[in-house]
């Protein structure tokens, strides 16, 4: 059973990482220097953010405009680790990608399969970590919502 939800997770991240980097291509191609610049500021982010929501780590001065992809940190549950990072273009979120999503067991990769599409539209609604936790997964929501607002954090929104 352990060997099926780490292939199934497997792939279902492998899915979820080139749908991620197919819809980042194309900020890649604006070959805007300020994208090159944050995306790779943004690559070493570290740390878990319980900052309140809009803190940055940033300088005072830093501008909101950011464009890149942002990754958050990894945060460690008692049922798998989760990362996301964000796509940000003129200072909007326009995609949350899961990196990693809880896979300990069968359940936790139904879990997370079932709460990360509907964390993803809520945060791009609210433009924020600002969002309700999906009942029924709850430690995979906090710990989403925590890597998040790294990735917030680190994109200076």
Known sequence: MRIRAAVSAALASAGILLAGWQSGAHVADTGSAAAAASTATSSGASGISGGAPGSSGG??????????????????????TVQVQITVNAGAITDVTALQLTDDDRKSVQISNRAAPLLRDEVIKAQSAQVQTISGATVTSDAYLSSLQGALDAANL
């Open 59 to 80: 300088s005072p001065g830093a501008a909101t405009t950011a464009t890149g992809t942002f990754a958050g940190s990894a945060v460690q549950t008692r049922f798998g």
